[in-house]
Nanobody, 121 residues
Framework: QVQLTESGGGLVQPGKSLRLSCVASGFPFITYNMRWYRQAPGKEREWVAGITSADPNPLYGNPLYGESFAGRFTMTRDNARNTVYLQMNNLKVEDTAVYLC?????????WGQGTQVTVSS
């Protein structure tokens, strides 16, 4: 059973931080590329960050970010825990969205259900 489970969202004030987690199960995590997306009501889904597969990839370990997120958000992966993280700092009201975890390779494309992040005073 393939599963991607996001957690760590919540309600925070502008300027605060959250750390999102995505735990993978049911597939060989280390062979998959991982991405974070977000989707706000009435808006298209937006790519946030990604890290490539490590099986094999000499560029593994170098996350890429959308231009709106570099410098505030940090993505990491922990293959021993089958988990990816998204550290979000200095949150803004416009960061409010459902944050979605994605695992993909040349053959498969898996998605979690998302975790809600709400930034409000």
């Amino acid at each position: 059973q393939v599963q991607l489970t996001e957690s760590g969202g919540g309600l925070v004030q502008p300027g605060k931080s959250l750390r999102l987690s995505c735990v993978a199960s049911g597939f060989p995590f280390i062979t998959y590329n991982m991405r974070w997306y977000r989707q706000a009501p009435g808006k298209e889904r937006e790519w946030v960050a990604g890290i490539t597969s490590a099986d094999p990839n000499p560029l593994y370990g170098n996350p890429l970010y959308g231009e709106s997120f570099a410098g505030r958000f940090t993505m990491t992966r922990d293959n021993a825990r089958n988990t990816v993280y998204l550290q979000m700092n200095n949150l803004k009201v416009e960061d409010t969205a459902v944050y979605l975890c994605n695992a993909y390779n040349w053959q498969n494309d898996y998605w979690g259900q998302g975790t809600q992040v709400t930034v409000s005073s």
